[in-house]
């Protein structure tokens, strides 16, 4: 089992900055992929962006040139640096992990933050 518990995230004006942070616990030698989702409302849940054990990243279109992904630490905390934010960034921001293994995948979620943005 990994626990994940994430911090940052607030309410901001549009071109501002915030960061997210996710720390895990638990069986974290299990996890080859950290992410953040969000889910705005009336919404599906999205990637936002996500970083492998190798350290390639990855991000939806929306949020390219404007967000960074890191790993702190090897696996135990990742962050989410969010730059330029747009009054549609405004969601419920997930912290995952995954566990991928002979094409299976386990998803393990943080409690959410929000994240709002006001124009």
């Known amino acids: 089992q990994v626990y994940l518990v994430e911090s940052g995230g607030g309410s901001v004006q549009a071109g501002g900055s915030l960061r997210l942070s996710c720390a895990a616990s638990?069986?974290?030698?299990?996890?080859?992929?950290m992410g953040w989702y969000r889910q705005a409302p009336g919404k599906q849940r999205e990637l936002v962006a996500d970083?492998?054990?190798?350290?390639?990243?990855k991000y939806v279109d929306s949020v390219k040139d404007r967000f960074t992904i890191s790993r702190v630490n090897a696996k135990n905390t990742w962050n989410l640096q969010m730059n330029s934010l747009k009054p549609e960034d405004t969601a419920v921001y997930y912290c995952?992990?995954?566990?991928?293994?002979?094409?299976?995948?386990?998803?393990?979620w943080g409690q959410g933050t929000q994240v709002t943005v006001s124009s």
């Open positions: 638990g069986s974290i030698n299990m996890i080859n992929v």
């Open positions: 995952n992990a995954a566990s991928t293994w002979a094409g299976f995948r386990s998803d393990y």
């Open positions: 970083i492998n054990i190798s350290g390639t990243t």
